[in-house]
């Protein structure tokens, strides 16, 4: 249930335009999944999160879809911002209360 | 600010050594999760209490152990610490169905 991270992939995106950042989870029983943002120097900070029930949820500029069909969650900043820049991780929970998180990708907005 | 507490921010000791990790969660947060992040293994799950009694284990070492109080706060020991324990430990914090909430974490360096 967990994934492991060797190299953290990187996102590029001119400031303004929007970004897609992409996870693919690891079990098809996992009921709940959430979104991180961490910033050099502190812990991962909650952006939004989303049900196994639903497909899509959307959040100030964020946006997340779940498919279930192929275990993948993907985020969606609009209008993105140079204070966007930062790690992000999704997270699935399973077995109740257990949260495994994936390896993350390094979103840099040049501005 | 999340609510979540972490002492001490950071932790110089020398293999072989024990040490203590402590978080105060949210008010109100009655779970609390211990997660270790290193360069090469991103967020990995450690353990959950819930109200004090232990939940969940993820991939603890057995030289690692934690435990929450009667007033939720909760303490990481990490013994005959190696090189390879360096890593943040972070402590997040949650009530019900809800996402976790993290502190800032601890840098733990072992030389």
């Known amino acids: 249930g967990e994934s492991v991270g060797l190299h953290l992939p990187t996102l590029s995106v001119q400031e303004g335009d929007n970004s897609i950042i992409n996870c693919a989870y690891s079990?098809?029983?996992?009921?709940?999944f959430i979104w991180y943002k961490q910033e050099s120097g502190k812990g991962p900070q909650f952006i939004i999160d989303i049900r196994s029930n639903m497909d899509k949820r959307q959040g100030q500029r964020v946006t997340v879809l779940l498919n279930k069909t192929v275990k993948h969650l993907s985020l969606q900043i609009a209008a993105t911002q140079p204070g966007d820049s930062a790690v992000y991780f999704c997270?699935?929970?399973?077995?109740?209360?257990?949260?495994?998180f994936g390896s993350g990708t390094k979103l840099n907005v040049k501005p | 600010d999340s609510g979540v507490t972490q002492t001490p921010k950071h932790l110089i000791t020398a293999t072989g050594q024990r040490v203590t990790l402590r978080c105060s969660p949210r008010?109100?947060?009655?779970?609390v999760y211990w997660y270790q992040q290193s360069l090469d293994q991103g967020l990995q799950f450690l353990i959950h209490?819930?109200?004090?009694?232990?939940?969940a284990k993820g991939n603890i070492l057995e030289r690692f152990s934690a435990q929450q109080f009667p007033d939720l706060h909760s303490e990481l020991n990490l013994s005959s610490l190696e090189l390879g324990d360096s890593a943040l430990y972070f402590c997040?914090?949650?009530?019900?169905?809800?996402?976790?909430?993290f502190g800032n974490g601890t840098r733990l360096t072992v030389t």
């Open positions: 008010s109100g947060d009655l779970s």
């Open positions: 997270a699935e929970r399973q077995d109740f209360n257990k949260f495994y």
């Open positions: 997040a914090s949650s009530v019900g169905q809800t996402p976790l909430h």
């Open positions: 079990n098809s029983a996992s009921d709940y």
């Open positions: 209490y819930y109200n004090g009694e232990e939940r």
